[in-house]
């Protein structure tokens, strides 16, 4: 049985990667009119050499500056080898951008502008290692509510 994926609906969605270095993995790929809200992401490390680090990227419109596609760094995960680290804290991204504007949001019609995911501009959750030579296995979990 299919799951149910049209508007108004919110479902669980699980993602598995294994051996994620550089370039990065796009690990929540949004889309419009979608809010994702991420339950946990654990980041076991297979492989690290030397000082190595791994980061969660949220792609998404920066508020502040009105600049689309802006990489904003969620965290510098620096496990050693079969060290796990996950990340327990919720938060939510809209699936778009919202219609371009001058930063900052400082009126509620920039901040309507964002609910509305007007733009053609995707957000993306991503992971990438400093280098290829470090890698680690990723699961992520969310939720995916449709509001088209």
């Not at 680690?136 to 509510?145: A, E, L, M, N, S």
């Amino acid at each position: 049985m299919a799951i149910a994926r049209g508007a108004g609906t919110e479902i669980i969605r699980a993602h598995h990667f294994e051996d994620v270095g550089s370039p990065h993995q796009k690990l929540i790929f949004g889309t419009q009119h979608h809010i994702y809200t991420v339950l946990s992401v654990v980041m076991y490390c297979a492989v690290r050499t030397g000082t190595e680090y791994g980061y969660l990227t949220l792609v998404a419109y920066d508020s502040d500056a009105g600049t689309t596609a802006q990489p904003i760094n969620l965290a510098r995960v620096g496990c050693e080898t079969d060290e796990t680290y996950i990340w327990g804290d919720k938060f939510s991204f809209n699936g778009h951008e919202p219609v371009d504007f001058s930063g900052p949001m400082d009126d509620v019609t920039k901040q309507d502008a964002i609910a509305d995911q007007g733009s053609s501009v995707v957000n993306y959750l991503k992971f990438a290692t400093d280098s290829a030579n470090t890698k680690y296995d990723i699961t992520v979990t969310f939720i995916d509510q449709n509001n088209s």
